[in-house]
């Protein structure tokens, strides 16, 4: 069983770690595409993470309880209807979620057992193990939003 998720997880979530240290409140202020801010794509990283761990704890170790379901179709509304909570949610504490989320949810997968696993497998992999492929999505988008010059929009009219 290929369990190479596993370090590809702890890097990611190393350049995470990394990541927040280094950002400043202002930083994690800044305004992103479509409404988010660097701050609340921390918070939607920690929100698919959460989603990760609630299932497996609904599933079980031994795969008895409640089957994880993965709908596709149901992402966007989802992003969509907790974008406001976690707007709402101070910067830093976003910023502090995303990793304590992201260590959580990789402890979870890497503990799956090879049974638990091979049944995620064969679902169609309704809990995705390989963490770091969302992780490492959102951090390069944010880096690169980082990296350019911000210019606050200006309010029509305002002089």
């Known amino acids: 069983m290929d369990r190479s998720f596993v370090e590809e997880n702890?890097?990611?979530?190393?350049?995470?770690?990394?990541?927040?240290?280094?950002?400043t409140d202002s930083e994690l202020e800044r305004p992103m595409e479509a409404?988010?801010?660097?701050?609340?794509?921390?918070?939607?990283?920690?929100?698919w993470d959460?989603?990760?761990?609630?299932?497996?704890?609904?599933?079980?170790?031994?795969?008895?309880?409640t089957p994880p379901r993965y709908d596709e179709d149901a992402v966007d509304w989802i992003n969509d209807a907790t974008?406001?909570?976690?707007?709402?949610?101070?910067?830093?504490?976003?910023?502090?979620?995303?990793?304590?989320?992201?260590?959580?949810?990789?402890?979870?997968v890497a503990a799956m057992s090879d049974e638990l696993f091979a049944t995620n497998e064969?679902?169609?992999?309704?809990?995705n193990p390989q963490r770091a492929e969302h992780r490492l999505e959102h951090l390069d988008e944010v880096e690169q939003a980082?990296?350019?010059?911000?210019?606050?929009?200006?309010t029509p009219g305002a002089s």
């Open 10 to 23: 702890r890097a990611a979530l190393d350049r995470l770690r990394a990541f927040v240290g280094r950002l």
């Open 35 to 47: 409404g988010w801010t660097v701050a609340s794509v921390l918070g939607h990283m920690a929100l």
């Open 50 to 65: 959460l989603r990760v761990v609630a299932q497996l704890d609904l599933w079980g170790a031994d795969g008895s309880g």
């Open 83 to 108: 974008k406001p909570l976690i707007s709402a949610l101070e910067p830093r504490v976003a910023a502090r979620i995303a990793v304590e989320t992201a260590e959580a949810a990789d402890r979870r």
């Open 122 to 127: 064969a679902s169609g992999l309704p809990i």
């Open 146 to 154: 980082l990296s350019r010059a911000y210019v606050p929009e200006r």
